[in-house]
């Protein structure tokens, strides 16, 4: 069974950092894409970033609002997906999943999501 | 940047067909898919390269393109199927993942 487990979420003041973890079980964690997706509170999807798999050289894309404040990596032999987020915005609050995905951008997998709040 | 334009709000009666558009430029060029997402619970895969189904989603649920206009098409609505809809895209022009802003089905 295919699973994905975010954690790291948390309270963060405008201008901290943070650090999310996803772990996968259930699937050949180096074969995949994997997508950061977030969700405003009462609001819609928006797309963060995403890590190409190994054959794919590990390429990482970004969202123009997240570009240079985050970044997306990975550990294949801990079947683990990160998103580390620096100078953290109160826009940058939302529920932050994280998704198996292909090159079309197909989200066949998502985790529970773990909540993300930026304020003093 | 691409830009997919949902309606806010869709209502139908049970028993009766839910149509969900989703417009963006040439969308009949891209693949789209669908999801589904009730509250609290992660977004959920229903339609993907605008008209396959993943294996447990109801035949009920179908997609199509034409022109400008993508499509999910919800047959005999149930009760169950209340919840947000958003349509996606791979924009590869820009190697970006796009969502639409979401429809809110509401079973009268």
């Known amino acids: 069974e295919v699973q994905l487990v975010e954690s790291g979420g948390g309270l963060v003041q405008p201008g901290g950092s943070l650090r999310l973890s996803c772990v996968a079980s259930?699937?050949?964690?180096?074969?995949?894409?994997m997508d950061w997706v977030r969700q405003t509170p009462g609001k819609g999807l928006e797309w963060v970033g995403r890590s190409r798999n190994k054959a794919n050289s590990y390429i990482t894309e970004y969202a123009a609002s997240v570009k240079g404040r985050f970044t997306i990596s990975r550990d294949d032999a801990k079947e683990s997906l990160y998103l580390q987020m620096n100078s953290l915005k109160s826009e940058d609050t939302a529920v932050y999943f994280c998704?198996?995905?292909?090159?079309?951008?197909?989200?066949?997998?998502w985790g529970q999501g773990t909540q993300v709040t930026v304020s003093s | 940047s691409y830009v997919l334009t949902q309606p806010p709000s869709v209502s139908v009666a049970p028993g009766k067909t839910a149509t969900i558009t989703c417009g963006g430029s040439?969308?009949?060029?891209?693949?789209v898919h669908w999801y589904q997402q009730k509250p609290g619970q992660a977004p959920l895969l229903v339609i993907y390269?605008?008209?396959d189904r993943p294996s447990g989603i109801p035949e009920r649920f179908s997609g199509s393109h034409s022109g400008n206009t993508a499509t999910l098409t919800i047959s005999r609505v149930e009760a169950g199927d209340e919840a947000d809809y958003f349509c996606q895209v791979w924009a590869s022009s820009s190697d970006h993942v796009v969502f639409g802003g979401g429809t809110k089905l509401t079973v009268l």
């Open positions: 040439n969308i009949a060029n891209k693949n």
């Open positions: 259930g699937f050949t964690f180096s074969d995949h894409y």
């Open positions: 998704a198996r995905t292909t090159p079309g951008g197909v989200g066949d997998y």
């Open positions: 390269y605008d008209t």
